[in-house]
């Protein structure tokens, strides 16, 4: 845009948040109940329940609670059996915390490109990390924004090569892909029930897995590996990721809602495709034939063409206001004077200061090389150009169709 001045814009009186944790009250009544029965801690009725309804709800095996999906993600690992100096396959356009335990573990994260269809991992990247590294034993796979990757070819891929498939549903718990839910595809998988996620339990993450040997091994390493023994007795390291009773109240209360906020999220996409049908964006893309997203966070991505000038450092964001383009810094900046919170793409791991010296694999070529053009926007990998052209909108389940109204009017202005 050329013409609107920041200062001009009028804020929300109230803060429109990205995505808000939603209480309904079932929430209290459970976390009294632990409270009134004296089941504080890490044992009681809250979590055996909250791990059956979960698995049903999922259709796996079992499902055990922990502390946080980054706690999930971490036993995931180990239970796939990674060992210091193994790759690691990984999804390059996520959250730090799909790679980081990863990294705990001290094997090393090979970032796989992402494709446009879903934005999630390339499974002809995947396919050519295997030329590459054909020892690779196991795939950490993250189902971006609350839409499925694309399954069936990955799963046929770790198959073809004996490699065992991680997923990182934390992001798109209740989304399905050909009717199966996300969380059941990988042989070790994850959801969270963090703040901002699609239900919530303040904190909070699960291992979903159909194996209950591994169900116990997870059950038992989170609560710091005591044996059956008279004493504390170890014979393997333990960790202290059991989710507690108090928490499980908060997502046993949560659980009914799942639906509700996913078709609440639904519509909070519908309402912004349909708002930007005739600007030069389109929205994060999924499948419609073979998937159902949960819709968690709705996404831009500008068009090439329709791209105003904008580089950023490791810290810093510049652009050129244009007449008819725009950037998503122009358009976060514009947000955040409205009050409302969007935020910027993830950061591909490969592009991070603490990930960048890492192997990196794209369907043609060396991504590395291609990855120091990005700031002149040409010759970029997916994951660096859907970061430089894209941007999370506010998508929080509370905002009201008015509300919705003017943040899309607001982002049409940064293209006038
Ligand atoms: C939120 C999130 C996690 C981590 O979950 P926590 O419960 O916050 O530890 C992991 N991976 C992805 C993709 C996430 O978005």
């Given at each position: 845009m050329a013409f609107l001045s920041l200062e001009k814009i009028k804020p929300f009186k109230k803060k429109i948040y990205l995505s808000s944790p939603t209480?309904?009250?079932?929430?209290?009544?459970?976390?009294?109940?632990?409270?009134?029965?004296?089941?504080?801690?890490?044992?009681?009725?809250?979590?055996?329940?909250?791990?059956?309804?979960?698995?049903?709800?999922?259709?796996?095996?079992?499902?055990?609670?922990?502390?946080?999906?980054?706690?999930?993600?971490?036993?995931?690992?180990?239970?796939?059996?990674?060992?210091?100096?193994?790759?690691?396959?990984?999804?390059?356009?996520?959250?730090?915390?799909?790679?980081?335990?990863?990294r705990y573990e001290k094997a090393?994260?090979?970032?796989?490109?992402?494709?446009?269809?879903?934005?999630?991992?390339?499974p002809a990247a995947l396919e050519k990390a295997f030329t590459l590294y054909p020892d690779t034993k196991v795939v950490m796979l993250a189902n971006l924004y609350g839409t499925p990757a694309k399954l069936d070819e990955i799963c046929a891929i770790c198959e073809k090569h004996g490699a065992i498939l991680l997923e990182d549903a934390a992001e798109s718990f209740g989304a399905s892909y050909k009717g199966r839910q996300t969380g059941t595809f990988g042989k070790y998988n994850v959801i969270s029930f963090n703040g901002n996620k699609i239900i919530t339990g303040s904190s909070g993450g699960m291992l979903l897995t159909d194996d209950p040997a591994a169900a116990n091994k997870?059950?038992?390493?989170?609560?710091?590996?005591?044996?059956?023994?008279?004493?504390?007795?170890?014979?393997?390291?333990?960790?202290?990721?059991?989710?507690?009773?108090?928490?499980?109240?908060?997502?046993?209360?949560?659980?009914?809602?799942?639906?509700?906020?996913?078709a609440q999220k639904k519509a909070i996409y519908e309402r912004y495709r349909a708002g930007f049908a005739d600007l030069p964006v389109s929205m994060n893309p999924f499948d419609p034939e073979t998937m159902e997203p949960n819709y968690w966070l709705s996404?831009?991505?500008?068009?090439?063409?329709?791209?105003?000038?904008?580089?950023?450092?490791?810290?810093?964001?510049?652009?050129?206001?244009?007449t008819g383009k725009s950037c998503p810094t122009e358009i976060l900046e514009v947000l955040a004077k409205a009050?409302?919170?969007?935020?910027?793409?993830?950061?591909?791991?490969?592009?991070?200061?603490?990930?960048?010296?890492?192997?990196?694999?794209?369907?043609?070529?060396?991504?590395?090389?291609?990855?120091?053009?990005?700031?002149?926007?040409?010759?970029?990998?997916?994951?660096?150009?859907?970061?430089?052209?894209?941007?999370?909108?506010?998508?929080?389940?509370?905002?009201?169709?008015?509300?919705?109204?003017?943040?899309?009017?607001?982002?049409?202005?940064?293209?006038?």
């Open positions: 209480m309904h009250g079932e929430e209290l009544m459970y976390m009294n109940e632990a409270y009134s029965t004296n089941w504080m801690s890490t044992v009681g009725a809250n979590i055996n329940e909250v791990e059956h309804l979960v698995a049903q709800q999922v259709g796996c095996g079992y499902a055990v609670a922990l502390s946080c999906g980054t706690a999930a993600l971490h036993l995931a690992v180990k239970l796939a059996g990674v060992k210091s100096g193994d790759h690691v396959f990984c999804t390059d356009m996520t959250f730090a915390a799909t790679v980081n335990p990863i090393i994260p090979v970032f796989i490109d992402t494709e446009y269809d879903t934005w999630n991992m390339d997870a059950r038992k390493w989170s609560t710091q590996s005591r044996e059956n023994a008279a004493w504390y007795e170890h014979e393997e390291i333990g960790y202290n990721y059991r989710m507690s009773n108090v928490i499980a109240g908060v997502v046993r209360g949560q659980l009914p809602h799942l639906a509700e906020h996913i996404c831009l991505l500008i068009d090439r063409e329709a791209m105003c000038r904008q580089v950023r450092s490791d810290r810093d964001a510049l652009y050129l206001p244009e009050n409302a919170e969007g935020r910027p793409i993830w950061k591909p791991m490969h592009m991070q200061p603490t990930y960048r010296s890492h192997a990196f694999i794209t369907r043609n070529g060396d991504g590395r090389a291609q990855t120091n053009a990005y700031i002149a926007g040409e010759c970029m990998d997916v994951g660096a150009d859907i970061f430089a052209r894209g941007l999370c909108l506010p998508s929080d389940n509370k905002m009201t169709q008015d509300e919705q109204m003017r943040i899309i009017e607001l982002v049409r202005q940064c293209f006038a």
